[in-house]
C-alpha cells in the first residue's frame, strides 16, 4: 500500500469509491467474508482482469487485503482507513450543527424581538 497523508487518504478512498462496481465488490466481500478472486469475478458481466483491477484501486486504498495460496488469491474486507472518511464525515457535521445552532438563536431573537414590539 502506498503511503499518504490523511488528506490524501481520504481523497484516494472518496476516488476509489466513486466507481459503483467498486462499492459492489467491498459490499460483497464485508457481507460473505473472505472470497476468492474467480469466485467475485463470476458474479459480474465484467472479465476476470477488469475486477482484478477494481480490486487492485481497492487494495492500494487498503479497503481490501489479497492473500495468494498458491495461485488462488483470497480477498478478505479491510474497513481501518475507513476512519478517514469517517473523520471528514463528523467534521461536516459539526461544523452544520454550530451553523444550525446560530441559526436557532437568530430565528428565536427574532421571535422575542417581534414579540416584545407587538407588545408595546
Known sequence: MVEYNDEQMLSEILKCMSDPTRRSLLTRVCQEGPCRVTDLAALYDISL??????LKVLERCGLITRTTSGRVHWIEANLTNIQFVENWFQELKSIWEL????F?????????????????
Open 49 to 54: 482482469n477488469a475486477i482484478s483491477k477494481h
Open 99 to 102: 451553523r444550525l445552532d446560530k
Open 104 to 120: 436557532s438563536e437568530l430565528m428565536e431573537n427574532k421571535l422575542a424581538n417581534k414579540l416584545e414590539s407587538n407588545d408595546e
